[in-house]
T-cell receptor
């Protein structure tokens, strides 16, 4: 299957710091999504990006769809303890009938109060 | 809105037995449901895609005879792990979408089912 690589694999930051993580692929995707997963739970959608170059915010979260369609980044500003979790990017080719998501390797975020 | 539930949340079974996991869309009709498997500290891997009333489409390497998927209604899909073995122990997560397969369709994920095979 498609491999989406996320970096960094894990982050330990102080509360209040900003966070940046990215996701790269060898293939083009038409949709990029960012999810957060907490232990023992399913992933929750944070931000969806549908257009190359698109920059979208959701509260303290900002994500961008790379112009090459092969990458995306997620920024979290002024982190708080409840931001702890695993952040996954996911890509979808987006053609009708091909709704499959390919998930990244994940970035584990720890916020130190 | 767009809530997806799974039952059970945890199951422990003996090797050789079969286990059924249910995935329900509670407040919408899901035209498509997806089943994922997630091993500890790993990402989600798509196992199969199912549309209501038709056979599931399995990803390469996923045994269709071992992982039986039934999507009998627009709000329910089941995954049955047949003759489970310890290597089938994993976190199984379903998702559901109600679009027509366009690029803006959103998948809503269930809370997952932790399967442990002894």
């Amino acid at each position: 299957g498609q491999q989406l690589n996320q970096s960094p694999q894990s982050m330990f930051i102080q509360e209040g710091e900003d966070v940046s993580m990215n996701c790269t692929s060898s293939s083009i995707f038409n949709t990029w999504l960012w999810y957060k997963q907490e232990p023992g739970e399913g992933p929750v959608l944070l931000i969806a990006l549908y257009k190359a170059g698109e920059l979208t915010s959701n509260g303290r979260l900002t994500a961008q769809f790379g112009i090459t369609r092969k990458d995306s980044f997620l920024n979290i500003s002024a982190s708080i303890p409840s931001d702890v979790g695993i952040y996954f990017c996911a890509g979808r080719r987006g053609q009708t009938g091909a709704n499959n998501l390919f998930f990244g390797t994940g970035t584990r975020l720890t916020v130190i109060p | 809105g767009a809530v997806v539930s799974q039952h059970p949340s945890r199951v422990i079974c003996k090797s050789g037995t079969s286990v059924k996991i249910e995935c329900r869309s509670l407040d919408f009709q899901a035209t498509t449901m997806f089943w994922y498997r997630q091993f500890p500290k790993q990402s989600l891997m798509l196992m199969a895609t199912s549309n209501e009333g038709s056979k599931a489409t399995y990803e390469q390497g996923v045994e269709k005879d071992k992982f039986l998927i039934n999507h009998a209604s627009l709000t329910l899909s089941t995954l049955t792990v047949t003759s489970a073995h310890p290597e089938d122990s994993s976190f199984y997560i379903c998702s559901a979408s109600f679009g027509a397969g366009s690029s803006t369709d959103t998948q809503y994920f269930g809370p997952g089912t932790r399967l442990t095979v002894l």
